[in-house]
């Protein structure tokens, strides 16, 4: 590619004084507009005539008139001032956007966290959000990772121990049967777990520790003799859940899980009866990461998110 050598620019503040004078038509004014004296404007408008030979405006008893060389350079002087004041403006807002790094099991991702992220964004549109999604975060019967991994903070699903954090406990954890509201006008209506024995049971085999499976649900119901090796079985909680939603049967899950499908009528809980688990959801700082202002930012959300699902 082959460039041209550019005659070097007037001085830029001689060339600014012009642009805002020529809109004004008026010394006064373009001074104002610049926070200098009138005379400093002439005096730049003096000088950008001498540096290009040329007389820009002509002065008479109604104000300023541009002359004929003027009118045809003043639009793109104009539109070259608009451009360079979008760029900076774009180059302050890129530097004054901050970053949160996120991380989170893919089940609280897909079916709690995104669901509600958007009210995050809006609410704090120069906040980016990165989210790490792992299994990571669950505490499995074969454990988790606790150490350090680049998150600003975590949502974990475990015991509360996390040494060399500051934690803060989310929310307490049950598991609950769960179906369609399509299911409900069927031959065996479910107001009786009885009749859990007419449905396709959905298991969810998701590993962390603390699980409650069905076996243990229909004891505490006091159903006996009821085949619970049968139905659909997933290894992630959101497949056991879309499973449901599409009438596929009943699963038994964790219902903080499936509280927006709860609330927008995809699923409903048939029967009062829950069973807690040992673990639950805990934020996860970071003792390097709490003074930052996007993490105390996020925190404060989401509890208060927590707050207002609760009411």
């Not at 405006?57 to 541009?66: A, C, D, V, W």
């Not at 003074?291 to 609760?310: A, G, P, R």
Request: charged residues 25%; contains cysteine; glycine residues 6%.
């Amino acid at each position: 590619m082959t460039y041209t050598a550019r005659a070097p620019l007037p001085p830029l503040n001689a060339l600014k004084a012009f642009e805002v004078a020529a809109r004004h038509l008026n010394l006064t004014k373009a001074a104002a507009e610049l926070f200098v004296t009138p005379a400093a404007v002439s005096r730049h408008i003096k000088v950008l005539e001498e540096y290009l030979d040329v007389t820009l405006f002509i002065r008479g008893n109604q104000g300023l008139e541009l002359t004929e060389v003027a009118l045809h350079c003043y639009p793109k002087l104009s539109t070259g001032f608009a451009t360079l004041a979008d760029a900076v403006a774009e180059i302050r807002q890129r530097t004054n956007r901050r970053q949160l790094t996120v991380g989170m099991a893919p089940s609280f991702a897909s079916k709690w966290f995104i669901p509600r992220m958007n009210q995050f964004t809006e609410m704090f549109p120069d906040i980016d959000l990165r989210i790490i999604s792992s299994s990571d975060y669950l505490e499995s019967y074969k454990g988790a990772k606790h150490g350090r991994d680049g998150t600003d903070v975590s949502i974990r699903f475990g015991k509360g121990s996390y040494p060399d954090c500051e934690v803060k406990k989310m929310f307490s954890v049950s598991v609950t049967p769960l179906c369609s509201p399509t299911l409900l006008d069927g031959e065996f209506p479910l107001d009786d777990p009885e009749n859990l024995r007419h449905y396709t049971l959905i298991h969810d085999d998701t590993l962390h520790g603390g699980q409650q499976d069905w076996d243990t649900w229909l004891e505490a119901a006091g159903v006996s003799a009821m085949d619970t090796s049968r139905g659909s079985r997933f290894n992630h909680v959101s497949l056991a859940l879309e499973a449901a939603v599409a009438g596929h049967g009943v699963v038994l899950t964790i219902g903080a899980l499936a509280s927006k499908d709860i609330s927008q009528g995809r699923l409903i809980a048939p029967f009062q009866l829950s069973l807690p688990l040992d673990y639950n959801y805990y934020l996860v700082i970071d003792k390097d990461k709490q003074e930052l202002t996007t993490v105390n930012t996020f925190v404060d959300w989401i509890f208060s998110e927590i707050e207002s699902e609760k009411r």
